[in-house]
């Protein structure tokens, strides 16, 4: 998928793709909060079994009673070629890799206080995401970011000029207060960059 498409489905271009992607990613992480994620991939498993085995009976009974020879119905998926590419794995493991280096780095940055602005502000993070850990499991936090992720896109699409001034508003409220602390406390001023 490229950029376009994952766009185009979180705008809900195409309503059904979107509802069957939406639909499907919530349902399984639905499942999750009440199946382990072995007896999910179990059951999943035996769902799509069930139904490709159904089918090939039903295939075989038509073909009997008909007297064609159509031959197996999945033989156009079975001659297709589903391995992964060497380059492609390179390409994704080595765009992963650069980005986990690029993590490690800044978290260094961030835990050494190689900026105490920086730390302070991931610090604060910290504690409000204890607090988020206390109320939320992993799991639910998922749920409420594949719900977000596909409402808030078009929620902001259709309400763009409203939304912006409110955040307009919020950001200046926060940039003087921000301003405000650094000028106060010794120590907290930024460094030119």
């Known amino acids: 998928m490229d950029a ?3 766009v185009d489905l979180l705008y809900w271009r195409d309503v059904k793709a979107t509802g069957v992607v939406f639909g499907a990613a919530l349902l399984l992480l639905l499942s999750l909060t009440l199946c382990s994620i072995v007896s999910v991939c179990s059951y999943i498993g035996l769902a799509l ?6 089918f090939r009976i039903y295939k075989g009974i038509l ?3 008909q007297k064609s020879d159509e031959g197996h119905p999945f033989k156009q998926y079975l001659g297709q070629e589903v391995a ?3 380059d492609l794995v390179h390409k994704y493991s ?3 890799l650069t980005k986990l280096n690029k993590s490690i780095g800044e978290l260094r940055r961030l835990f050494l206080v190689e900026d ?4 302070i502000k991931f610090a604060v993070l910290m504690w409000i995401l204890t607090y988020v850990g206390s ?8 749920i409420l970011a594949l719900i977000g992720l596909f409402s ?3 929620v902001y699409e259709k309400h763009q000029a409203q939304i912006d001034h409110y955040l307009a508003l919020v950001n200046n409220q926060v940039k003087d207060v921000v301003g405000k602390i650094q000028a106060k406390v010794p120590g907290m001023k930024r460094k030119a960059e």
């Open 4 to 6: 376009k498409q994952v």
């Open 49 to 54: 079994l069930s139904v490709t085995i159904c």
């Open 63 to 65: 073909q009997a009673i």
């Open 84 to 86: 992964l590419s060497e």
């Open 94 to 96: 080595d765009l992963a």
């Open 116 to 119: 105490l602005v920086d730390s």
């Open 135 to 142: 109320l939320f499991n992993g799991l639910t936090i998922l």
């Open 152 to 154: 808030c896109p078009i």
